[in-house]
């Protein structure tokens, strides 16, 4: 079994500062790793996956996130904010043996203040 | 770019009734996926759906849930005799391939809210 842990429920930051959104996991095998994101009355859209090859990962809207299998992290970055990056990120896992089943954190709501 | 669309938006229902909240995957897609969100908690998987029959489910999924679909286009959520806890968002998701596959990504809708009254 997985799971997530996404250690900020909400994170406050001035826009064109850099923002980091924290996610650990936990699984007993091989796992992709995933972000979502969810803006105001949306659906979940993928921000970025990890499946294999570099750990360094780029996704839309100039995020990126970094596979670090020996602190079992996957860490979102952006250097640079805008106030359209207001929304709810999810990160999930999918273990490799785990079908197709996802398993999402509980969300870390960021917000971005002019 | 392609979606995945969910209707009704918001339906609000009363303790012990049946509810089905439709969705329209994209077209070419061949998985099928339900999630939910209880207000304030995790998104939850609930089941996968593929060469029409579940392919996984969770502990959620118990007998009080059923899927379908029933044409080419549509996949249902039946929820049968709604309890307060059912209360939540429901979103349907579509993938043209399994996780595993590195090509693969999955689409998700906008949501249904239910509210169990």
């Known amino acids: 079994a997985q799971s997530v842990t996404q250690l900020d429920s909400q994170v406050p930051v001035f826009e064109e500062a850099p923002v980091e959104l924290r996610c650990n996991y936990s699984s007993s095998v091989s796992v992709y790793l995933f972000w979502y994101v969810q803006y105001p009355n949306q659906g979940l859209q993928l921000l970025l996956k990890y499946l294999s090859g570099s750990t360094l990962v780029k996704g839309i809207n100039g995020f990126e996130a970094e596979f670090n299998k020996s602190q079992t992290s996957f860490h979102l970055r952006k250097p640079s904010v805008h106030i359209s990056d207001t929304a709810e990120y999810f990160c999930?896992?999918?273990?490799?043996?785990?079908?197709?089943?996802?398993?999402f954190g509980g969300g870390t709501r960021l917000m971005v203040k002019p | 770019e392609p979606e995945v669309t969910q209707t009704p938006s918001h339906q609000v229902t009363q303790m012990g009734q049946e509810v089905i909240l439709r969705c329209v995957p994209i077209?070419?897609?061949?998985?099928f996926y339900w999630y939910r969100q209880i207000l304030g908690q995790k998104v939850e998987f609930l089941v996968s759906f593929y060469n029409n029959e579940i392919s996984e489910k969770s502990e959620i999924f118990d007998d009080q849930f059923s899927v379908e679909r029933p044409d080419g286009s549509n996949f249902t959520l039946k929820i049968r005799s709604t309890k307060l806890e059912d209360s939540a968002m429901y979103f349907c998701?579509?993938?043209?391939?399994?996780?595993?596959?590195?090509?693969?990504?999955?689409?998700f809708g906008e949501g249904s809210w239910l509210t169990v009254v």
């Open positions: 999930a896992v999918s273990g490799r043996n785990a079908g197709n089943m996802l398993t």
């Open positions: 998701a579509s993938s043209s391939q399994p996780i595993v596959s590195s090509g693969n990504t999955i689409y």
């Open positions: 077209s070419n897609h061949l998985y």
